[in-house]
C-alpha cells in the first residue's frame, strides 16, 4: 500500500541517510533543530484531483501519532506537534533532545487526505482503498488471493529529479499464496512473473523445469550491501521456563548448524552470530577501551561475560548429534537447576520442561525438526506447530508463544527501530517487535545514546556495546545468512546495469520490455 502514499521526502536505494524533497521541496530547520518547516509543492494533489496541503500532512502525522499501529507511534514518540502555517507550509515541532532519526521518520510517514477521512474512520478495518497521491492506486482486488496496482497516468509528481526512472510498470499485481510449494509450481506454470527464492534446496535443485532450461525463465543473484538483518528462533523470556539464561544457551548448543547447512541449505548460507550481523556494528572479540567506558556504569547489573570475548555460537562436528556440545548443554541444565527423570527433563520448579515452535507455514519445519530431535535427545518434548497467518499474528501480538522465528534489519544506522526491537517500553506493548521480552537497563540507556550521538563512529562502538550484551543474554538460537538475493523471473523485464548499493529495486527500478515477452511467451496476467 505504500505505492499509492506519497510523503514530504523519499529515500535513495543509494545512500543510507539522505532524504530528498517529495511533496516538500524545502526544509527550514531552527537553529535548535527542534522546529521543522517544510514547504510544500504547490502541484502536489490526491487522485481524485483535490490539494495535498499542509492540512493534510499536519492532520497526518497527528493521527498516526495517536492512532497509529504502536510500531508507528513509538518511532513517532518525539513528535510533539506538528500544525499548518498555511496551505503550503507545515511546522513540525520536535521534543528537546529527540532521536537523531525524529525528523528523518516524521518526513518518510505516508499523507493522507483530511477530507477523506472525514467520512471514513481512521482506526477502522475496511476493504475499501484508501485515497492515496502516490505513483499508483489500487485498482481490483480479492482479499487473500491478489492485488492489483496500476500507474495513475496524471500523476503529479512524475517528473521530479527524486522519481525519474522509477515506477515504470502499468501494471503490478501481488498474488498470495498459503504455501509456497503450491507459490512455486504457480510461478512454474506462469502465473506470475517474478520470486525471490528463498529455500536453498529449491534454488539448487528446484530450477530444472523446461523455461529455465530454454531461456525463458533467468535465475540471478542479486548483491545486497545493507546489513544481511537478524534471523534466529527468538525465545520469549515473558515465560518462566525460559528466565534462566543458562538454560537459554543450553537449548542453542542442541541446533546444529553445520549439519543444517550442509544436508538441508546445500552449504549456501553462513551462521548468524550478531544482532547487527554484516555490519561495523558487530561486535568482535573482546571489548575495545571504547567500549568498556560505554558498559562500565552498568557493570554491576551485568553479566561478567559481557567484558569478555563475546559469545560466538560453537561450531559443531557437523553430525547432527555433536556428543560434546549436548553434554555442555546438560551440564548448563543442571546448573540451572533443572533435573533428568528418565527421559523427561524438568524444570526447576519440577514441571516437565516442554516448548512449542510456532510458525504459520512448514517452510521451516525441516530445519526445526533435527533441532527438535536434539532437544527431545535432552529431555525437552518440543514440537512445531503450524497455525493459520491470522491466527499467528493474533498470537504474535499478544506474545502467546514459547518460540518463534523473526527476522529483522536495523539498517545502516540502527537507531529508533533498536528501542522499539529491544527495548524495554516495547516489551510490554503488544504488536511490539520486541518478540523476546528483552528488558534490560543498560541497553535502554545505551540506546538512548544512540539516538542522539552525531558521529557514526560513536553509533559504532554503543551498538557493539549493546551486541555484546544481548548475545551475552541468549535470547535466541540465531540461524543463518546470505549477502545476497536470489532472485527467479521470466525473462519479460529491463532493468538498470547496476541495482540499487541498498535495494534491489525490482518494483521501483525494473521496467516492462515488450520485445522479450512476445519471446517469452508469458501466459501470466
Not at 518462566?240 to 547447512?261: C, H, I
Not at 541449505?265 to 544482532?275: A, D, E
Not at 551475552?472 to 545476497?484: A, E, F, I, L, R
Request: charged content about 25%; some cysteine; glycine content about 8%.
Amino acid at each position: 500500500m505504500g505505492l499509492t502514499f506519497d510523503s514530504l521526502m523519499s529515500a535513495s536505494g543509494d545512500e543510507p541517510d539522505s532524504l530528498y524533497g517529495l511533496v516538500a521541496h524545502a526544509v527550514r530547520i531552527s537553529a535548535d533543530k527542534t522546529t521543522y518547516r517544510f514547504l510544500l509543492r504547490k502541484e502536489a494533489r490526491f487522485h481524485d484531483g483535490s490539494p495535498l496541503t499542509a492540512h493534510d500532512v499536519a492532520f497526518s502525522l497527528n493521527i498516526l501519532k495517536t492512532k497509529g499501529h504502536p510500531s508507528i507511534r513509538q518511532p513517532l514518540r518525539d513528535l510533539e506537534a506538528a500544525e499548518a502555517e498555511a496551505d503550503d507550509i507545515v511546522v513540525v515541532r520536535l521534543k528537546p533532545h529527540h532521536s537523531r532519526e525524529a525528523a528523518l521518520i516524521v518526513a518518510r510517514q505516508p499523507i493522507f487526505s483530511t477530507a477523506y477521512y472525514a467520512d471514513h474512520p481512521f482506526d477502522e478495518t475496511t476493504l475499501e482503498p484508501p485515497l492515496g497521491s502516490g505513483a499508483y492506486r489500487v485498482s481490483t482486488f480479492d482479499a487473500a488471493h491478489y492485488i492489483v496496482f496500476e500507474r495513475v497516468p496524471d500523476y503529479w509528481g512524475k517528473g521530479l529529479a527524486v522519481n525519474i526512472g522509477q515506477a515504470n510498470f502499468d501494471r503490478i499485481r501481488f498474488e498470495y499464496f498459503g504455501d509456497r510449494k503450491v507459490a512455486f509450481e504457480a510461478f512454474k506454470a506462469g502465473v506470475f512473473s517474478f520470486r525471490e527464492e528463498f529455500t536453498s534446496a529449491v534454488w539448487a535443485t528446484g530450477y530444472d523445469f523446461a523455461a529455465v532450461k530454454d531461456g525463458r525463465v533467468k535465475r540471478v543473484t542479486l548483491p545486497d550491501e545493507s546489513p544481511m538483518g537478524t534471523q534466529g528462533w527468538f525465545l520469549n523470556v515473558r515465560r518462566d521456563k525460559f528466565k534462566d539464561a543458562r538454560l537459554r544457551q543450553a537449548m542453542g548448543l542442541a541446533f546444529d548448524f553445520e549439519w543444517t547447512n550442509a544436508n538441508i541449505m546445500y552449504g549456501v548460507y553462513s551462521r548468524t552470530t550478531s544482532f547487527f550481523q554484516n555490519s561495523p556494528m558487530a561486535a568482535q572479540g573482546s571489548p575495545t577501551p571504547k567500549e568498556i567506558a560505554l558498559l562500565e556504569p552498568f557493570r554491576n547489573d551485568l553479566d561478567p561475560s559481557v567484558f569478555g570475548e563475546v559469545y560466538v555460537p560453537p561450531v559443531s562436528d557437523g553430525s547432527g548429534q555433536d556428543r560434546e556440545l549436548l553434554r555442555r548443554a546438560a551440564t548448563l541444565f543442571s546448573d540451572a537447576g533443572c533435573k533428568r527423570a528418565g527421559s523427561v527433563l524438568t524444570l526447576p520448579d519440577g514441571k516437565p520442561f516442554d516448548i512449542e515452535f510456532l510458525g504459520f507455514d512448514n517452510a521451516l519445519e525441516p530445519h526445526t525438526a533435527p533441532f527438535i530431535r536434539n532437544l527431545k535427545l535432552l529431555g525437552i518434548e518440543a514440537r512445531y506447530r503450524v497455525v493459520d497467518a491470522a491466527q499467528y499474528k493474533r498470537r504474535l501480538d499478544d506474545f502467546d508463544y514459547d518460540i518463534v522465528t523473526s527476522r529483522f534489519g536495523l539498517g545502516l544506522a540502527p537507531g529508533e527501530d533498536m528501542r522499539s526491537t529491544f527495548g524495554s517500553e516495547a516489551a510490554s506493548l503488544p504488536g511490539s517487535h520486541n518478540v523476546s521480552g528483552i528488558a534490560i537497563t543498560a541497553v535502554d540507556a545505551l540506546i538512548e545514546k544512540a539516538l542522539v550521538v552525531d558521529t557514526r563512529e560513536q553509533l559504532t562502538f554503543i551498538c557493539r556495546a549493546i551486541d555484546r550484551i544481548l548475545r551475552s543474554g541468549h535470547y535466541w538460537v540465531p540461524m543463518w545468512n546470505k549477502p545476497n538475493h536470489l532472485v527467479a523471473y521470466w525473462d519479460l523485464f529491463g532493468r538498470p546495469e547496476r541495482s540499487p548499493r541498498y535495494d534491489i529495486g525490482i518494483v521501483s527500478t525494473w521496467w516492462y520490455d515488450e520485445e522479450k515477452a512476445k519471446r517469452t511467451h508469458f501466459a501470466g496476467r
